[in-house]
């Protein structure tokens, strides 16, 4: 009796554990308002929000390996790791497209990258890119994405889509495009 009850409580510790791992909310309607820092959002309904502490908001639909949007935000005073410079506020958007390009070709993770475009974003109230391009992975998985980035104060501000190519790119780019149309930045 002991035994099997010591098994139970065992089991519940493990399950609580792994339950609390990566804490996952499904967006409806009632709760798709996003506000962080400088931005607001409708986020896309039918998404997971994703904890992730390296990011201002991760989200996924069908997987963290088949379909994301990150927002993030780099401090710029720091170095970028891999050109070792430093984004600044006075850059203009193709200059700054062009060091997230060069900083992405250096990362070893993106094998066979092709930058399909490079471009201003002007749905913003601050100067942006809009950058689109493929790659495939460490495991020859090809993977799309769409990239937007600007600079507001202190901080370099990144909004990404990125999924595999095949299926799952073309099933979330629509949400992904839907959820820039709400994008807003307080400045």
């Known amino acids: 009796m002991n035994r099997t009850f010591s098994k139970i409580i065992i089991l519940v510790f493990i399950i609580s554990s792994l339950a609390g791992c990566m804490p996952v909310t499904l967006i409806q309607q ?3 308002n996003y506000k962080k820092s400088i931005l607001t ?3 896309p309904v039918g998404w997971a929000k ?17 379909q994301n949007i990150f927002i993030s935000r780099i401090n710029i005073d720091k170095e970028l790791p891999l050109t070792k410079r430093k984004i600044t506020a006075q850059m203009l958007p193709h200059e700054l497209a062009q060091l997230i390009i060069d900083e992405t070709q250096l990362n070893k ?8 475009s490079n ?3 002007t749905s913003l109230p601050v ?15 090809p993977y799309h ?3 937007i980035g600007f600079v507001q104060g202190n901080y370099y501000y990144q909004i990404r889509y990125e999924a595999c190519e095949q299926h799952y790119y073309h099933d979330g780019i629509k949400d992904f495009d839907e959820f820039l149309k709400t994008l807003k930045v307080i400045i």
Do not use: W
């Open 127 to 141: 100067a942006a890119f809009l950058i689109e391009f493929k790659y495939t992975n460490n495991d020859f998985v």
């Open 109 to 116: 993770e993106f094998l066979n990258l092709t930058v399909l």
């Open 41 to 43: 959002a409708q986020l």
């Open 119 to 121: 471009e201003p974003y």
């Open 30 to 32: 009632s709760n798709q």
């Open 50 to 66: 994703i904890r992730n502490f390296d990011c201002l908001l991760h989200m996924s639909k069908d997987g963290l390996t088949l």
């Open 145 to 147: 994405v769409k990239e």
